[in-house]
């Protein structure tokens, strides 16, 4: 078997998705993920430009050779755009081997290690009111965890909760220029205990509770929040402070027994390193599309699991259900599943890319169709042109730009 067809399909049902499409000459095709929020065209010039001449006439089954081979024959390494085009090769190489199988991919990946995929959803609300019926909205769709974000008194926008003068989304802005947001590091640190109290009063303390911290903090900063919320029992503090720095998650660790998840901002497993052989997270937050595939998640997975680390993939709404579906199939095969975030897609995405997957009281399972499960109708894609879109940016009061 050999490919014959690389092709790049750029389409915008709501948001803007990279999809790779390859055809072998035994009329088997495999999909792939590749869209990188925000960089969408720095990818699809990646693929088109370097990577899909170099894949006509491979063997398809040879996935762990063909990775090695884009992943170190390039010379420049790592990097978003690099990552997310590789991980669009490797998935669809893995949907190609599974349908030549008959399998669902994650048979190829050593079965199901459960039965279901536990998920959390997203809740949000300019202000604690609104976050709490937000959150009641989320338990109704079945959700058994909720990420609760929420307004902070004083600001105007903050990101990952709805504002008026948005364009509805509460991440992506699909505008000319990106969305200038303010940002308030004490004001922030006052309000978010009081909104995890509001949020226990009402709903109790066994739903778990999740929170973003988007980066915005410094270590200590990030240890002080972390020790104000023991009393809350969070699931996790996200991203709470920049984690490229990797030992700054010394100090955090150091001061608060609140659990961290980090990673989906990161691209390979050096980004993971000392986080990991020091024990210094319990979740890794890595997405398919944007670490280089299964190929290499799945070896960090295993690597996680050495330390007692948990898997919590990303799954925002701006990775396609190709790239989810890659996700649930991992969730389902490896020993170490934490949690998979689960957002959702909108009706035209769902027209777009028809998925095998399901969602049923707060758990995903990724269906027993062979390869990923996923189509992609090039008609309905075609009738939603790409779209310019920018996540927001962050601005202190007194205007410099703030960290993620």
Not at 67 to 77: E, M, N, S, T, V
Not at 284 to 306: E, I, M, Y
Request: proline share 6%.
């Amino acid at each position: 078997m050999k490919i014959v067809d690389a092709t790049v399909v750029v389409t915008s049902p709501g948001r803007n998705f990279v999809t790779l499409k390859l055809t072998t000459d035994e009329g088997l095709t495999g999909l792939g993920d590749a869209t990188l929020n925000g960089r969408e065209l720095a990818v699809v010039s990646y693929l088109t430009d370097h990577i899909a001449p170099l894949l006509i006439g491979v063997d398809p089954h040879r996935i762990e050779d063909t990775w090695q081979f884009l992943y170190r024959g390039a010379y420049w390494r790592r990097g978003p755009v690099t990552m997310a085009a590789l991980a669009a090769v490797d998935v669809a190489l893995w949907d190609i081997k599974a349908k030549a199988a008959g399998l669902p991919l994650y048979q190829l990946l050593g079965g199901a290690s459960r039965e279901r995929v536990r998920t959390y959803g997203h809740a949000n609300g300019a202000d604690i009111p609104e976050l709490l019926d937000s959150v009641r909205a989320r338990l109704d769709e079945g959700y058994q965890a909720v990420r609760i974000q929420s307004g902070i008194p004083g600001l105007k926008a903050v990101y990952g909760v709805h504002t008026a003068d948005d364009d509805g989304s509460p991440v992506l802005h699909q505008r000319a220029r990106p969305l200038v947001e303010d940002w308030d590091t004490d004001a922030y640190l006052r309000h978010v205990p009081a909104v995890f109290d509001a949020v226990r009063a009402e709903f109790g303390g066994e739903l778990p509770l999740l929170h973003d911290v988007h980066h915005r903090l410094t270590p200590i900063q990030a240890a002080r929040l972390g020790k104000d919320l023991e009393p809350y029992r969070p699931f996790w503090l996200e991203d709470c402070t920049p984690a490229e720095n990797q030992e700054a998650l010394r100090l955090v660790r150091r001061h608060t027994t609140t659990p961290l998840a980090v990673g989906e901002v990161f691209n390979t497993v050096h980004d993971y390193q000392t986080l990991i052989t020091e024990q210094l997270i319990d979740y890794v937050r890595s997405a398919v599309t944007h670490f280089g595939g299964v190929t290499p998640l799945r070896k960090l997975f295993d690597f996680a699991a050495l330390y007692q680390i948990k898997t919590a993939v990303h799954g925002p709404q701006d990775i396609s259900p190709v790239g989810m579906a890659a996700a649930v199939h991992l969730d389902l095969a490896v020993h170490n599943f934490g949690i998979q975030e689960y957002s959702g897609h909108t009706p035209l995405t769902e027209e777009v890319f028809p998925h095998a997957y399901t969602f049923t009281d707060g758990h995903l399972h990724p269906g027993e169709a062979p390869g990923l499960g996923v189509e992609l109708d090039e008609k309905a894609a075609a009738a939603h042109p790409y779209e310019a879109a920018y996540l927001p940016v962050n601005r202190l009061q007194d205007g410099t730009v703030h960290d993620w």
